[in-house]
C-alpha cells in the first residue's frame, strides 16, 4: 500500500471513529462534570484543555463548550478563554484533513471545490466567511485543509469569525445559574441572520468577479 493510500484510508478510519464517538458519548456526562468543577477554576482549566482536545472526535459543537466556559468562568474571563480553545480545536480537524491530502473521488472533488473557492476569495477573507455562515465547525476545518488553506489565515480567519459565535455562546453560559443540557442553547436566529448576511457581504465582492470573469 502506497503512502497515499495509506493516508486515505487512515481518513476514513478516523472519520469511522468519529461517527461512532459521536453516537455513543453524548454531553450529560460531560455537562455533570463541568457542573461539578466549576467552583474550581484551575481543575476546570485542565479539563477544558482535555474536552478542546477531544471535542472534534466527539463531534461536540464549539458553541456547546463555550457555554461551560462562560458558565464556569464568566464572560469577561471565558470569552477570551473560549475563542482561544475553540481556535486550536479547530486546528486539529484542519491537520487531519491536511495529512490526508487531495486524491482521486469524493475526497478529491472536495479539495477542488475548495481550493477554487479560496482561489476566488482568497484564504483569509474565505476563512472568515466560512466561520461566519452558520455551518458546522469541523467539517469546514477539514475543507480547508483538504483546499491547502495556509495555516496562519486558517487561524486567523477562524478566530475573527468565531467572534460572535463565541461571544454568545459565553454569555449564554454566564446568565446561567444552573448548568444542564437544556439550556445549552445558545444560537438565536438574530444571530443566524446577522452573521449569515456578514458572510454574504463578504463573499458578495468575489462571486461578483468570478462571474463577470466567466462572461
Known amino acids: 500500500m502506497t503512502g497515499f493510500a495509506r493516508r486515505q484510508a487512515a481518513g476514513l478510519a478516523l472519520l469511522g471513529v468519529v461517527a461512532a ?4 458519548a453524548g454531553p450529560e456526562p460531560l455537562v455533570r462534570l463541568a457542573r461539578d468543577l466549576a467552583d ?25 463548550v463555550a457555554v461551560l ?12 478563554v473560549a475563542l482561544a480553545g475553540t481556535t486550536a480545536s479547530a486546528c486539529l480537524p484542519f491537520l487531519a484533513a491536511r495529512y490526508v491530502g487531495e486524491g482521486s ?17 482568497g484564504d483569509l477573507r474565505g476563512m472568515v466567511a466560512s466561520r461566519l455562515a452558520p455551518a458546522p465547525s469541523d467539517p469546514v ?26 461571544l454568545a455562546a459565553v454569555l449564554a453560559g454566564g446568565s446561567l445559574t444552573r448548568l444542564s443540557t ?34
Open 105 to 121: 473521488g469524493l475526497v478529491g472533488r472536495l479539495g477542488d471545490s475548495g481550493e477554487r473557492f479560496f482561489a476566488a476569495t
Open 40 to 64: 474550581r477554576p484551575a481543575v476546570f482549566g485542565g479539563l477544558l484543555v482535555g474536552v478542546y482536545l477531544v471535542r472534534p472526535l466527539f463531534a461536540w459543537p464549539t458553541s456547546f
Open 69 to 80: 466556559v462562560g458558565f464556569a468562568y464568566g464572560p469577561v474571563v471565558g470569552f477570551p
Open 21 to 24: 464517538a459521536s453516537l455513543l
Open 141 to 166: 476545518s477539514a475543507a480547508a485543509g483538504l483546499s491547502g488553506v495556509r495555516t496562519r489565515a486558517f487561524v486567523v480567519g477562524t478566530a475573527v469569525g468565531e467572534i460572535p459565535w463565541t
Open 182 to 215: 437544556g439550556g445549552l442553547s445558545a444560537v438565536g436566529w438574530e444571530l443566524l441572520v446577522a452573521a449569515g448576511a456578514l458572510a454574504v457581504a463578504l463573499l458578495a465582492g468575489p462571486a461578483y468577479r468570478a462571474m463577470s470573469a466567466r462572461r
